[in-house]
């Protein structure tokens, strides 16, 4: 602490001393009405890439610059914002799917672990529940997985199944995205059948071919920022490390946005875990499994996905183990019969437009983290000398 030390004499007797303080330090609570503001624009308003993300947020939040950088930094120091950085649109740079995994209950928490601690390609790692017995019930550890181009996915997966001692996995890669986003404060408002005028538009996962000059960027790109690279040039230390100049990174960082590699730039909150206060972000994702008649896939993701209340929404087939759903999506909340409020309103819209419900049922989350899934075919390499022939299972 800083300032002058104050003491206080009464009759020749000590009452009292305190150390004054220059300034009191920042709120940190996502539910603070500044903080509330900028989180808003924060989490998931900022597309693409952007040289000056954090003036675009102030701009848009109408929070002064300073004050913008100010909370974020305290945010991400306490905790409340788990990390800070310009997201990628990882389906047009790697393999990828969901991975429902069917591990014994004496190995789940283990199995658990590892994916989360060992596996840089498994990105969100979740145990999974149903409400009553569904189709695919006994699958309860979820994660993503992503492995570099003209590598394997599966090929992975079976190290990871023998690794954790799983008895099944099923990959379950995106035919289509209608909906990926997070911006749990601005959701928190949503109404039951909110939706936008038009369909969400399928965004497809083929691909980009990029040179050695943008994957050079890229890498840079994609890094966590610390607090100390949250100011007016948050890509200055990332182009000095490329080897570039500013102006040259910014230039094939947009590029790279012109190619659709590049997501959103977000500061994504801790909504998991409960704050250093015990305020939470959220308490429950509800995983929505949908089919739809063959055909009427595209049609039904767009229906879906144009309600903001979905995080994400995507064309997965499910296979028989669930049901041959076909559209999966999440939505995140603190009240549990909200959030089926909002899926009960989802069902009624696709029913009033003609389109059938076959099957549908719900997975709920339970304990989740959440880290970037690697790309690099270094790294890839690197973990399968380390593991490849290990033969398992390992915890």
């Not at 008895?167 to 997070?182: K, N, R, S, T």
């Not at 064309?315 to 049901?323: L, S």
Request: hydrophobic share 40%.
């Amino acid at each position: 602490m800083s300032g002058p030390l104050f003491v206080f004499l009464i009759s020749d007797r000590i009452l009292t001393t305190f150390m004054a303080t220059d300034t009191l330090s920042p709120p940190i609570e996502h539910t603070e009405e500044t903080n509330a503001r900028i989180l808003a624009v924060s989490e998931d308003r900022i597309r693409g890439f952007t040289r000056h993300p954090f003036q675009d947020i102030a701009t848009l939040s109408e929070v002064p610059f300073d004050t913008v950088l100010e909370r974020v930094r305290a945010m991400l120091k306490a905790g409340v914002i788990r990390r800070v950085r310009q997201t990628l649109l990882a389906n047009k740079l790697a393999e990828g799917a969901l991975v429902a995994w069917k591990v014994p209950a004496e190995r789940l928490d283990a199995a658990f672990d590892f994916m989360f601690k060992e596996d840089p390609f498994s990105g969100h790692v979740v145990l999974r529940s149903t409400d009553r017995e569904v189709s695919g019930s006994d699958y309860r550890l979820w994660t993503t997985l992503k492995v570099p181009q003209d590598k394997n996915m599966a090929e992975h997966a079976d190290v990871l199944k023998r690794l954790v001692g799983a008895d099944e996995y099923l990959l379950m890669p995106a035919h289509g995205i209608f909906a990926l986003g997070v911006g749990h404060v601005r959701r928190k408002t949503m109404e039951p059948g909110e939706r936008t005028e038009e369909p969400a538009k399928m965004m497809t996962t083929n691909i980009a071919d990029l040179n050695a000059e943008e994957w050079n960027v890229l890498l840079h790109l994609k890094g966590e920022l610390s607090a100390e690279e949250i100011g007016p040039e948050p890509w200055a230390g990332r182009a000095e490390a490329a080897g570039v100049s500013l102006e040259q990174f910014c230039a094939i960082a947009k590029i790279l946005d012109q190619k659709g590699v590049i997501g959103r730039f977000s500061t994504f909150l801790e909504h998991v875990k409960p704050s250093q206060t015990g305020v939470r972000v959220t308490r429950f994702n509800g995983l929505f499994h949908w089919k739809v008649p063959e055909g009427m896939q595209e049609r039904a993701g767009g229906e879906v996905g144009r309600h903001p209340i979905m995080t994400h929404c995507y064309w997965r087939e499910g296979g028989p183990q669930f049901g041959n759903v076909n559209i999966m999506g999440v939505v995140h909340g603190t009240d549990k019969d909200l959030i089926m409020k909002h899926k009960a309103a989802i069902d009624q819209h696709l029913a009033n437009i003609g389109i059938p419900l076959l099957y549908t049922n719900v997975f709920w989350g339970g304990r989740s983290e959440i880290k970037p899934s690697e790309i690099s075919p270094i790294v890839f390499k690197e973990w399968h000398e380390k593991w490849g022939s290990v033969q398992g299972p390992v915890v």
